[in-house]
């Protein structure tokens, strides 16, 4: 067995809407069925007893080697704690080629499990020895490493509940919700509105307990110190005991608290001094208590008590430690709810004040502190009490929050109890955190857990908005550019920004950033990263799915155009029309519940993805008594179509109607594809919501030239004859031109083409055979670059199609694709049509261009002397 690729499959994809790693499996006749290898199942449940159930696809169908990966795979990750379900195993074309998927939720993760799950079998197949244990341990610690943080994670999980997208822009904790003009982004749990100055004063505790005391906050005593004579000099100037701590850390890094000696102080600095400026003040005796405050509503309390271990009279208190780390919520990070007590010098430091050393045993019942702070980050435990907060109390923790001017804020108070004012009680403010963890609160050790996440989406997206802009897929075999052009036209047309992706290049608000065929997910992603978007237009190619699946989540509009042969058809196992269909309908599969699936219903593969659609359907079809058509409509759904001289939307009663005179792109309606792709956008803008004036101006002022539409359908001018430049290349593509070039008058019709060499050999010899039979002259070109195609291969087989055509007699071949465009335009004469089918879009458009406009300017004067 041998694994010959692995992809990552990051949004909704062929086999399912998971997250997934592919893996294409090769096994070899003989090496292929489980049962080819005598006691193989038996020897890969000793070494690994979880694998499961081993299932073929089907049960007529052997069960493979490749079966086996796909179990192990996700079984491994199930153990190391991922939440995964999904796998399918399923044959390729080839022989004894398996495409294997497994769902994961870290990506990183999964490509381990794919890998430990191969060697897994090797190690069956060899009788040799494979650590189980040690690889879901590795595999777990993997997974903590790379998920999110409980903090984070919680937001992301009430942003999922409420339909709010979300994309983690770093292996970090910073996260965009929402797309292009609506996202947010969150760093942790703290949220963009959230300035840098108000960061910034946060982390100097001096500066926040001088706009605290201005704001009437209570606060204790102290400030900066620069040596340990100067620390002791504040400590006897404000009072002992007193805390030393960094002036701007965090999570309780460096803070010594209850310091009553020199000796403890001069400890205690060394301490903080590591981390930065020192700082001394006042300590405030009784309980810690963190408050979150979110906007300007407190939304968690909880009482955070120092870590401590209760002496049973038996175990030492190094023993007793190690005892209370060994609960399974207690982690080295912050991945888990509690975090393992660290006993290091400040432990035993702690411990010698007590009168006691880590081979000491504590009678039973005794409570032994391990740390005189009580950050989670320590071992420290917490205790919920919002419920107990005093509402003088929550309005000081929200003055505090709101002083500094944080978005969300921990404000950490010192006082006996929160059932009461801290005035009352000689209580204060004692920091304010601008990025808080919030397990405590999520994950307290005692009490109830409150959706503190909830709470910061709410804050950032007020109910009822889902961080959604409009987004508009489209796919098939031809139309599917110019249907995107179009449709991001009539989008822009009421002033919205839109990003549109296409094999062009990537466009935002009408300016192009990208180039090269960027109809793939990448670029789908970048635009929806893109502040200056309001709403999105993605042309979306088999390809990009086949390598990563959809760019986005969902759309609001997805649109196919039609499906046919000779698109890329033989390649990643994709090789009959009803494979492509499959593929493409992954755009249909992937529609919001309230969204409209836009579908050609003349073509039935097109027709029948209705089925898969959580949405909506609007059938557009020419043919207006289609018998999908005529039902759809009788049922009251949304239809357009073609009626005489006007596209019509209809809907029940309504009819908008659109005069094909008035639709420059279609030439009076005498194209068709081009009425089919204005029916394909109309139907989808009316899908977006837009207005019915919006659509028609949109119409009207969309020109089928090199700027709105580049290579479809450019018609141009060449000294009275007419020049027609477009990049179909395939089959369906040559019916649909020369049905619409046979509608244009013209004394003779010559057309240059080339093929792409990575298409099928019937595919290359069907376009010259349609086109053969349509036009006078034949201009073939061929590039340098014929992916895969040997010198003249191309060549040969378009002559083949050409073999007997009927029409085309005038046949020659150039190379180069200037060569050939310049060689067309030297044979034409006024009153002739030259369709020239172009590989380079862009260059050779700007070639044409230059040749068309110099062919207007006037013949030199010829002067004599």
């Given at each position: 067995?041998?694994?010959?690729r692995i992809r990552?499959?990051r949004?909704p994809n062929?086999?399912?809407r998971h997250t997934?790693?592919?893996?294409?499996?090769?096994?070899p006749?003989?090496e292929r069925?489980?049962a080819d290898f005598?006691?193989f199942e038996?020897?890969?449940?000793a070494?690994?007893?979880?694998v499961g159930?081993l299932?073929?696809a089907?049960?007529?169908s052997p069960l493979?080697?490749?079966h086996?990966?796909?179990?192990?795979?996700l079984?491994?990750?199930?153990?190391?704690g991922?939440?995964?379900?999904f796998?399918r195993t399923?044959?390729t074309t080839e022989?004894?080629?398996?495409?294997?998927?497994v769902?994961?939720?870290?990506?990183a993760v999964?490509?381990?499990?794919?890998h430990a799950?191969v060697?897994?079998?090797?190690?069956?197949?060899?009788?040799?020895?494979?650590d189980s244990a040690?690889?879901v341990?590795?595999m777990r610690?993997l997974?903590?490493?790379?998920?999110?943080?409980?903090?984070?994670?919680?937001?992301v999980d009430a942003?999922?509940?409420?339909?709010i997208?979300?994309?983690r822009?770093?292996?970090?904790?910073l996260v965009?919700?929402g797309w292009g003009s609506?996202?947010r982004r969150?760093?942790?749990a703290?949220?963009d509105a959230?300035?840098?100055?108000?960061?910034?004063?946060?982390?100097?505790?001096?500066l926040t307990?001088?706009?605290?005391?201005a704001?009437g906050?209570?606060?204790?005593r102290?400030?900066?110190?620069n040596s340990?004579d100067?620390a002791?000099a504040?400590a006897?100037?404000?009072?002992l005991?007193?805390?030393?701590?960094?002036?701007?850390g965090n999570?309780?890094?460096?803070?010594?608290?209850n310091?009553?000696?020199?000796e403890?102080?001069?400890?205690?600095?060394?301490t903080?001094?590591?981390?930065?400026?020192?700082?001394?003040e006042?300590?405030?005796?009784?309980?810690?208590?963190?408050?979150?405050v979110?906007?300007?509503?407190?939304?968690a309390?909880?009482?955070?008590?120092?870590?401590?271990?209760i002496?049973?009279?038996e175990?030492?208190?190094?023993?007793l430690?190690?005892m209370?780390?060994s609960?399974p919520r207690?982690g080295d990070?912050?991945?888990?709810?509690l975090?393992?007590i660290?006993?290091d010098?400040i432990a035993?430091?702690?411990?010698?004040?007590?009168?006691?050393?880590p081979?000491?045993?504590?009678?039973?019942?005794?409570?032994?502190?391990?740390?005189?702070?009580?950050n989670?980050?320590t071992?420290?435990?917490?205790?919920?009490?919002?419920?107990?907060v005093?509402?003088?109390?929550?309005?000081r923790a929200?003055?505090?929050?709101?002083?500094i001017?944080?978005d969300?804020?921990?404000?950490?108070i010192?006082?006996?109890s929160?059932?009461?004012?801290?005035?009352?009680q000689?209580?204060?403010?004692?920091?304010?955190?601008?990025?808080?963890g919030?397990?405590?609160h999520?994950?307290p050790?005692?009490?109830?857990?409150?959706p503190v996440g909830?709470?910061?989406?709410?804050s950032?997206?007020?109910?009822g908005?889902?961080?959604?802009?409009p987004v508009?897929a489209?796919t098939?075999?031809?139309g599917?550019t110019?249907?995107a052009?179009l449709?991001?036209?009539?989008?822009?047309?009421t002033?919205?920004?839109?990003?549109?992706?296409?094999?062009?290049g990537?466009?935002?608000?009408?300016?192009?950033i990208?180039?090269?065929?960027?109809?793939?997910p990448?670029?789908a992603?970048?635009v929806?990263m893109?502040?200056?978007v309001d709403?999105?237009?993605?042309e979306t190619?088999?390809g990009g799915?086949?390598?990563e699946?959809?760019?986005?989540?969902?759309?609001?509009?997805?649109?196919?155009?039609?499906?046919?042969?000779g698109?890329h058809l033989?390649?990643?196992y994709?090789?009959?029309?009803?494979?492509l269909?499959v593929?493409k309908?992954v755009?249909?599969q992937n529609?919001?519940p309230t969204g409209?699936?836009?579908l050609?219903?003349?073509?039935?593969m097109t027709?029948?993805?209705?089925?898969v659609?959580p949405?909506?359907?609007i059938?557009?079809a020419?043919?207006?008594?289609?018998?999908?058509m005529a039902?759809?409509?009788?049922?009251?759904?949304?239809?357009?179509?073609?009626d005489g001289?006007?596209?019509?939307?209809?809907?029940?009663?309504?009819?908008?109607?659109f005069?094909?005179?008035a639709i420059p792109?279609?030439?009076?309606?005498?194209?068709?594809?081009q009425?089919?792709n204005?029916m394909a956008a109309?139907?989808?803008?009316?899908?977006?919501?837009?207005s019915?004036e919006?659509?028609r101006?949109?119409?009207a002022?969309?020109l089928?030239?090199a700027?709105?539409a580049?290579g479809r359908?450019n018609v141009m001018?060449?000294?009275g004859?007419?020049?027609?430049a477009?990049?179909g290349?395939?089959?369906?593509a040559m019916?649909?031109?020369?049905s619409?070039v046979d509608?244009?008058?013209?004394r003779r019709r010559?057309?240059?083409i080339s093929c792409?060499?990575?298409?099928r050999d019937?595919?290359?010899s069907?376009?010259?055979?349609?086109?053969g039979?349509a036009?006078?002259?034949v201009?073939?070109?061929?590039?340098?670059?014929?992916?895969?195609?040997?010198?003249?291969?191309v060549?040969?087989?378009m002559?083949?199609?050409?073999?007997?055509?009927?029409?085309a007699?005038?046949v020659?071949?150039?190379?180069?694709?200037?060569?050939a465009i310049?060689?067309?335009?030297?044979?034409l004469?006024p009153?002739?049509?030259?369709?020239v089918?172009?590989d380079?879009?862009?260059?050779?458009?700007?070639h044409?261009a230059?040749?068309c406009?110099?062919?207007?300017q006037?013949?030199?004067?010829v002067t004599?002397?």
């Open positions: 067995m041998e694994v010959t990552a499959l949004g062929l086999w399912s997934a790693i592919e893996a294409v499996v090769s096994c006749f003989g069925a489980m005598e006691g038996t020897r890969l449940r070494l690994y007893p979880a159930e299932r073929p089907s049960p007529a493979t080697l490749a086996v990966l796909e179990a192990a795979a079984s491994l990750q199930a153990q190391a991922c939440p995964v379900t796998s399923s044959p022989d004894g080629v398996y495409q294997v998927v769902q994961y939720t870290e990506e999964g490509r381990m499990a794919v799950a060697e897994l079998i090797e190690a069956a197949l060899a009788g040799r020895p494979f040690k690889v341990a590795d610690e997974d903590e490493d790379e998920r999110l943080g409980p903090s984070t994670g919680s937001i942003a999922v509940a409420r339909g997208p979300f994309r822009l770093t292996q970090g904790s965009q919700f609506k996202q969150i760093q942790a703290e949220v959230t300035s840098a100055v108000s960061e910034a004063i946060a982390q100097d505790k001096d307990k001088q706009l605290l005391h704001a906050v209570p606060v204790p102290g400030r900066p110190v340990v100067d002791w504040v006897n100037e404000v009072g005991p007193v805390v030393v701590k960094p002036q701007d999570q309780g890094k460096g803070v010594t608290v310091i009553t000696t020199r403890q102080l001069e400890t205690a600095y060394r903080a001094e590591a981390i930065g400026q020192v700082m001394v006042r300590f405030l005796p009784g309980n810690d208590y963190r408050m979150l979110v906007g300007h509503q407190l939304v309390a909880a009482r955070r008590d120092p870590p401590n271990v002496g049973d009279g175990h030492t208190v190094q023993q430690v190690e209370v780390n609960d207690r990070g912050h991945a888990t709810s975090t393992k660290r006993f010098d035993v430091a702690r411990l010698h004040g007590q009168g006691l050393l081979s000491s045993v504590p009678e039973k019942g005794r409570r032994v502190v391990l740390r005189n702070n009580a989670l980050s071992g420290g435990t917490a205790t919920d009490v919002t419920e107990d005093h509402p003088e109390v929550a309005a929200v003055s505090a929050a709101r002083m001017g944080l969300v804020c921990g404000v950490d010192v006082c006996e929160v059932l009461r004012p801290l005035e009352e000689h209580g204060g403010v004692v920091e304010v955190n601008a990025a808080p919030l397990r405590m999520l994950s050790s005692f009490g109830k857990g409150r909830e709470a910061i989406v709410n950032i997206f007020p109910p908005d889902d961080g959604r802009i508009i489209v098939g075999t031809n599917k110019t249907t052009r449709i991001t036209h009539l989008l822009a047309s002033g919205l920004r839109v990003g549109m992706t296409n094999t062009d990537v466009y935002v608000n009408g300016k192009q990208d180039s090269g065929d960027c109809s793939g990448r670029s992603r970048n929806l893109h502040p200056e709403a999105a237009v993605f190619a088999r799915i086949l390598r699946g959809l760019g986005f989540d969902r759309c609001q509009v997805s649109v196919v155009t039609n499906i046919g042969v698109d033989g390649l990643n994709i090789t009959t029309v009803d494979e269909a593929l309908r755009i249909v529609v919001a409209y699936a836009v050609n219903a003349a073509d039935p027709a029948a993805m209705a089925s659609c949405g909506a359907v059938y557009f020419a043919d207006r008594n289609h018998p999908v039902t759809h409509r009788a049922q009251g759904h949304r239809t357009v179509y073609v001289d006007a596209v019509i939307a209809a809907d029940g009663v309504r009819r908008e109607r005069p094909l005179k792109i279609t030439r009076n309606g005498t194209i068709g594809f009425v089919e204005v109309v139907a989808a803008a009316w899908g977006a919501g837009l019915w919006a659509v101006s949109g119409l002022s969309f089928n030239d700027d709105n580049p359908f001018d060449f000294r004859a007419t020049v027609i477009d990049y290349h395939n089959p369906d019916r649909a031109l020369v619409a509608a244009m008058p013209a010559m057309v240059v792409a060499g990575d298409r019937q595919d290359i069907d376009q010259t055979k349609i086109l039979e036009f006078d002259s201009v073939l070109y061929e590039d340098a670059c014929q992916r895969g195609r040997a010198d003249g291969e060549f040969q087989l002559r083949q199609g050409l073999a007997n055509a009927r029409r007699k005038d020659v071949e150039i190379r180069g694709e200037f060569s310049d060689q067309a335009l030297a044979r004469e009153g002739d049509l030259c369709l089918l172009v380079q879009v862009e260059e050779a458009l700007a044409l230059q040749r406009s110099a062919a207007g006037p013949e030199p004067a004599t002397g």
